[in-house]
Nanobody, 129 residues
Framework: EVQLVESGGGVVQDGGSLRLSCAASGGTFADYTIGWFRQAPGKEREGVSCMSSSDGSTDYADSVKGRFTISSDNAKNTVYLQMNSLKPEDTAVYYC??????????????????????WGQGTQVTVSS
C-alpha cells in the first residue's frame, strides 16, 4: 500500500511562491495517476493539478493555469506542485493522491477514481493579502 506525505506548506504574501512536495513509500509514482487537490473551509474539495506518470500528460484547474506546475522525479519518488503568483483564494489544505493509471489526469482531477485512491495527510497553504 502506497503511503504519501505532503510537505512545503506555509504562510506567504499575496503574489508569493511555494513548492509543495509529496513523497511516496510502499509504491512508486510511476505506477499511478497523480493528483494535487485542495479544500478550503466550507468549500468542496477541488482538483488542482493532475498528471499521468506514464506519459507525463497533465491537467490544471482553470483557476491555477499559468501559475501552478505539477512535476515528478521518479528517482526520488516525489511529486511537486510549484505554486507561483499565489492569491488569497488559494488558501486551503493541499493534498496529494494517487489512483489508477487507467484514469486520465482530466478525469482524476474531476474526482473520478479518488475513492479508491491513497491520500496524504495534507499541508496547509495560507496566502495573506
Amino acid at each position: 500500500e502506497v503511503q504519501l506525505v505532503e510537505s512545503g506548506g506555509g504562510v506567504v504574501q499575496d503574489g508569493g511562491s511555494l513548492r509543495l512536495s509529496c513523497a511516496a513509500s510502499g509504491g512508486t509514482f510511476a505506477d499511478y495517476t497523480i493528483g494535487w487537490f485542495r479544500q478550503a473551509p466550507g468549500k468542496e474539495r477541488e482538483g488542482v493539478s493532475c498528471m499521468s506518470s506514464s506519459d507525463g500528460s497533465t491537467d490544471y484547474a482553470d483557476s491555477v493555469k499559468g501559475r501552478f506546475t505539477i512535476s515528478s522525479d521518479n528517482a526520488k519518488n516525489t511529486v511537486y506542485l510549484q505554486m507561483n503568483s499565489l492569491k488569497p483564494e488559494d488558501t486551503a489544505v493541499y493534498y496529494c493522491a494517487v489512483g489508477s493509471n487507467f484514469i486520465t489526469p482530466y478525469f482524476y482531477c474531476s474526482g473520478y477514481g479518488t475513492q479508491r485512491s491513497s491520500w496524504g495527510q495534507g499541508t496547509q497553504v495560507t496566502v495573506s493579502s
